[in-house]
């Protein structure tokens, strides 16, 4: 076993302070002792410790355990990631019970049996490390976290939209977004999100779609050790680092029926189980999914649980795709424009008319990811300060295949573009995902999905 870790141990009796030193530096890699509590907040302070055993009576005579639960309340004071282990040699059940509703985490009697004593702190050791590691995650995905404000439009349909929002982003109701890619599903998530009381804690994204089929387990529950192969340490999956925030799960509909349970599973509960352990973590989040898939759909041909898809989807929220909101199109890239000729430092200062006209009736079959990298390109390619057709690129494709000219489907319609284009592109996906502006595993999921 890997020594790991500092222990403290806080207790008068130095014969006891010796044995604990030899026994227990073979489990931690530093084990200190103090003989009185006075200096542990200085040592705690100083010190990386992780663990504290802590005796509960040092005023020789007065063994009412007073003392142990005053310096237990200090510790978490000064450190409060610290685990506390409290020891004593009055097996008094009232003030286990006592102490461990201050914070302690368990409760050793003296004389005491080794291997429950080691037990006891190894436990607390791994549970301080693995409550640092969500929240080392949390912060790295806080120093992540770029926002960018989302613009609602004047549509009718977003306008609807945007008052259902107001209403439910202050409750803890589930709310499933679908639409096509591209149309704001994780926008719109992120601003349910900063509209809730949980704004001060994370929106943690998960992407089905990108997670392969192997990993989705431990992506969303974590792992403990040893659980596979390759879990060569400790892992906390999306729903603790999402604790008291938002789960964000995208392309839901990717998740196979097995998983599907274990998820259902957990909303109810409000429970997980790291792959791997027997101890149920609680968890309290709020659930974002979404999809562009036609979950409705996968019920009837029984490829999504009935039960889970009621639970998703308290409230359902259904975005537009941009080419049903035209008038949205311009004010759009305009604010794309905005965005772009500053960060490119070029002085442009709109379309031209030429260029209106196009953007307005081009499908955007991506939607608004495929209009921010239309207007992201031409910005760079600009020279001058209007953007005209020649410098936005729209492929004359998609507008040739539309639906005037003989596709009665959108999805043979996208089905004829993503061929074409893969076509065009020598079968390079990586490029053929970026002239659509989409994804590169939305791209995949397509290609799987129509058979190309
Ligand atoms: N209303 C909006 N205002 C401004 N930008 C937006 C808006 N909606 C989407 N975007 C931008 O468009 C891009 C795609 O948005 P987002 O990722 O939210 O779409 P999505 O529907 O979740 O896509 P996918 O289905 O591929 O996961 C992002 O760069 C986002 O910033």
New binding site residues.
């Given amino acids: 076993m890997a020594k790991e870790g500092t222990l403290l141990v806080v207790d008068d009796n130095r014969s006891i302070l010796a044995a604990l030193q030899l026994l227990m530096g073979n489990y931690f890699a530093r084990v200190l002792t103090l003989p009185t509590p006075n200096r542990l907040a200085t040592l705690l302070r100083e010190e990386p410790i992780d663990v504290v055993l802590l005796d509960m009576n040092f005023t020789a005579g007065i063994n009412t355990g007073n003392e142990g639960i005053y310096w237990l309340r200090e510790i978490h004071r000064t450190r409060p990631d610290v685990k506390v282990v409290l020891f004593t040699a009055y097996a008094d059940i009232d003030l286990a019970v006592r102490a461990m509703r201050d914070g302690a985490v368990d409760f050793v009697v003296k004389p005491w049996d080794n291997e429950r004593l080691v037990a006891a702190l190894r436990n607390a050791y791994n549970l301080a490390r693995s409550q640092r590691e969500v929240k080392q995650l949390k912060e790295i995905k806080r120093e992540l976290k770029q926002e960018?404000?989302?613009?609602?439009?004047g549509s009718p349909a977003m306008a609807r939209i945007r008052e259902i929002v107001e209403k439910v982003a202050a409750t803890d109701a589930n709310i499933l977004i679908t639409?096509?890619?591209?149309?704001?599903?994780?926008?719109?998530a992120r601003e349910i999100h900063n509209r809730s009381a949980r704004r001060r804690e994370l929106m943690v994204p998960v992407?089905m779609?990108a997670v392969p089929e192997t990993l989705f387990e431990s992506e969303l529950f974590g792992h403990v050790k040893g659980a596979f192969t390759d879990a060569r340490t400790d892992r906390a999956g999306k729903f603790e680092v999402a604790d008291r925030g938002t789960l964000f799960l995208?392309?839901i509909g990717n998740l196979p029926p097995r998983l599907q349970s274990k998820l259902l599973t957990a909303i109810q509960s409000g429970r997980i189980v790291r792959l791997g352990s027997n101890t149920p973590v609680k968890v309290d989040i709020r659930l974002i999914s979404?999809t562009?898939r036609d979950l409705f759909g996968m019920v009837a041909d029984g490829e999504f649980r009935e039960d889970l898809l009621y639970r998703i989807n308290t409230i359902h929220i259904d975005?537009p795709p941009l080419r049903q909101r035209r008038e949205d199109i311009l004010p759009?890239a305009e604010?794309f424009l905005g965005r772009y000729a500053a960060k490119y430092n070029k002085p442009i200062e709109g379309f031209d008319e030429a260029a209106v006209r196009e953007m307005h009736d081009y499908p955007w079959a991506g939607?608004?990811?495929e209009l921010?990298h239309t207007v992201e390109k031409a910005v760079i390619l600009c020279d001058g300060r209007t953007i005209a057709p020649a410098t936005l690129l729209l492929r004359p494709a998609p507008a040739e295949t539309s639906p005037k000219t003989g596709f009665s489907t959108l999805e043979e319609m996208e089905r004829a573009m993503i061929a074409e284009a893969v076509t065009r592109c020598g079968g390079n996906l990586t490029e053929v995902a970026r002239q659509l502006g989409?994804?590169r595993q939305?791209l995949y999921n397509k290609i799987k999905r129509y058979g190309l």
């Fill in positions: 960018e404000p989302m613009f609602w439009g639409g096509e890619n591209g149309t704001g599903k994780e926008m719109l992407d779609g995208d392309e979404a562009n975005l759009l604010k939607n608004i990811r921010q989409i994804t939305t």
